[in-house]
């Protein structure tokens, strides 16, 4: 980045219930904390493979917003970022408050500043590529348009909402020329039947919503005091208490926030921005949304199993299993032998004090498990 060129920070949303990869994610330990696919917390991997979007300032520019009940789990997983970074929500307010407070705060510091906004718990597998379009998004903001990333779809998916584009021959030569190239909103659609996803899919006009937005920090709060006031209001009245000092900006959070409107940013702000702009994306992505994409995304023997070594699998095939007792604190080897005898397409997970077991096709349904747990009284467990 060059020294004319306005910086780039990124905001990272991690709150989550937890509740799609139940047992393995609780309510104070959801999805982005855990290391769902080996190796680190995802919320960890998320902000390393942004760090390139940063520049010199490195972690200085990468900011947290998260909730007061995973704050010690968060500092755990991303040691590096600075305190001073972390946007601690007194209460859930969904994303909109939470995105106009980040924007707010950044713009205090770095008026100029861009923020690009992620989800904390999404898998990426070609992550040049998907600098590459961030950086395409970036430029497309610093022009003033807010922007968005939408993934190309690969089948006709229900549990995603759409973004339909303007085709590129439409663009014309307002948008730069490269496959990772804005093209113009025209409108957002929500989670479709499965005959109007594949309609979208064959038009080829109509984009996967990833949640991921791209903005300079005045456009983001001038937006917001156009379609959502009473935020706009509640986020002035934040930032009047911090021109007194840090003291009275604490105090203003926890009075102010948990009365904002509670509200996406999807349909508070960015179903009714004109002039929207979206990027195309291929850098395999996936939102890791159930038992089923970790399978998906594991690796797997010839018959499409993946299980802990020495476990033992006959005639079974398409089968996940996961032993997460050693990472809970149990023992990490006490001889215990997982076997699988005559079954297909199985998602089989224990913790330390929970067993799972669900057909990979249902696995989307794990989260009535935490319901059915608290409506027993049992939410401990959850």
């Not at 990426?124 to 395409?136: G, S, T, Y």
């Not at 929500?190 to 920090?217: D, Q, T």
């Not at 508070?268 to 004109?274: N, P």
Request: glycine share 10%.
């Amino acid at each position: 980045m060059s020294s004319t060129e306005t910086p780039v920070h990124v905001l990272i949303l991690a709150g989550g219930a937890g509740t799609r990869f139940w047992p393995a994610s609780r309510a104070a330990r959801p999805k982005q904390l855990l290391p769902l696919l080996g190796g680190e917390p995802l919320i960890t991997a998320t902000a390393r493979r942004v760090l390139p979007l940063c520049g010199g300032a490195g972690w200085e520019r990468i900011w947290i917003a998260t909730g007061q009940h995973l704050l010690s789990p968060t500092r755990a997983a991303l040691p590096d970022v600075s305190e001073r970074r972390l946007l601690v929500e007194p209460a859930p307010r969904n994303t909109a408050p939470c995105i106009g407070w980040a924007a707010a705060t950044i713009a205090r510091e770095d008026p100029e500043a861009v923020v690009v906004v992620l989800p904390s718990d999404h898998h990426i597998a070609d992550v040049p590529r998907f600098l590459e379009v961030l950086e395409a998004a970036v430029a497309s903001a610093r022009g003033g348009a807010i922007t968005t990333i939408g993934i190309r779809p690969t089948h006709p998916e229900t549990g995603f909402g759409y973004i339909e584009a303007e085709s590129a021959a439409s663009a014309g030569s307002a948008a730069p020329a490269g496959p990772a190239s804005p093209r113009r909103v025209l409108r957002f659609v929500e989670k479709p039947s499965r005959e109007r996803a594949a309609e979208f899919v064959a038009s080829g006009r109509f984009l996967w919503n990833a949640g991921m937005f791209i903005f300079r920090a005045g456009d983001m709060r001038a937006a917001i005091r156009a379609h959502l006031p009473a935020l706009a209001e509640g986020l002035d009245e934040i930032d009047r208490a911090a021109a007194q000092g840090a003291a009275a900006e604490a105090e203003a959070v926890l009075r102010v926030f948990p009365r904002l409107p509670a509200v996406s940013i999807d349909h508070g702000v960015m179903e009714h921005v004109a002039g929207l702009a979206v990027v195309p994306g291929d850098f395999g992505w996936s939102d890791l949304g159930s038992w089923q994409s970790a399978w998906e995304l594991a690796e797997k023997d010839e018959r499409g199993n993946s299980a802990p070594a020495g476990s033992v699998l006959v005639d079974a095939q398409g089968n996940y299993l996961v032993d997460l007792r050693a990472r809970s604190g149990g023992a990490p080897d006490d001889g215990r032998v997982i076997a699988l005898v005559g079954v297909e397409g199985l998602v089989v997970v224990e913790t330390d004090d929970a067993l799972l077991i669900v057909p990979r096709d249902r696995a989307q349904d794990v989260k009535h498990v935490v319901d059915a747990l608290k409506a027993r009284g049992q939410g401990r467990h959850t």
